[in-house]
């Protein structure tokens, strides 16, 4: 397995201890807020919360913590984030984890800018984004879902029992982190469910209807 940096929008870094490498001159280019969101607090279990907390304060950047993230992200999380990242002043927000934590920010880089109702404009329906969403970096710590090359977002509404997804290029993330050795760090069964959805995801495209622009074919 060799290293390598990728970009299609979002660039990205793959490679053993490549949060460390990477992620310290990356953060100099944004200001000095920083929004740190995860999921239910493993990442404090496995070490990967006090490496990056490390690097933050070395940056001297202010953290606001947004954590608590679900799998399958709620509307009403959305909201909570995007208050907070409101209240205050965040100017970069850092997803930590897997396809739910990344879908959950990307829903809060929009919202926290937008002065109207996003699931009414951009999930109930598509739409058009006309604004700036916050900026996004990711580090993966469960690969699968893709979530971090894309601007997609899978939000349910419980209020009104929707679950829907939708792909805005706006949202892609500046840039996503993927260290392999973080993908240990979960536990065996999701870490294979996860090598199985991205096979699965793989096989779909190919024996779905053709298509002649499907490069993946």
């Keep these: 397995m060799e290293n390598f940096v990728f970009e299609n929008s979002t660039k990205a870094y793959f490679g053993k201890h490549c949060v460390g490498q990477y992620l310290p001159e990356l953060l100099s280019h944004y200001g000095k807020t920083v929004m740190v969101a995860y999921g239910g607090g493993s990442i404090k279990r496995t070490g990967i919360y006090d490496e990056i907390m490390a690097i933050l304060t070395k940056a001297e950047k202010d953290v606001v ?3 608590g993230i679900m799998a399958n ?3 009403a999380k959305v909201l909570e984030g995007a208050k907070l990242a409101k209240e205050q002043g965040v100017d970069l927000i850092l ?3 897997g396809g739910s934590v990344m879908d959950c920010c990307k829903a809060v880089s929009l919202a926290a800018v937008y002065d109207g109702d996003v699931w009414t404009d951009f999930w109930a329906k598509a739409g058009t984004i006309d604004v700036k969403p916050i900026p996004l970096g990711i580090v993966m710590t469960v ?7 894309n601007g997609g977002a899978v939000i349910t509404n419980e209020d009104v029992k ?3 997804g939708r792909d805005y290029p706006a949202l892609n993330a500046q840039f996503a982190l993927l260290d392999p050795l973080y993908t240990y760090t979960v536990p065996k069964m999701q ?3 996860g090598a199985f959805d ?3 995801h793989m096989m779909e495209t190919y024996f779905s209807a053709p298509d002649v622009d499907n490069v993946s074919d």
């Design 143 to 149: 690969s699968g879902t893709g979530s971090e090359m």
């Design 191 to 193: 870490m294979v469910s």
């Design 95 to 97: 997803a930590v984890g």
């Design 73 to 75: 992200p709620t509307y």
């Design 162 to 164: 929707v679950k829907t």
């Design 198 to 200: 991205s096979f699965t």
């Design 65 to 67: 913590e947004f954590s």
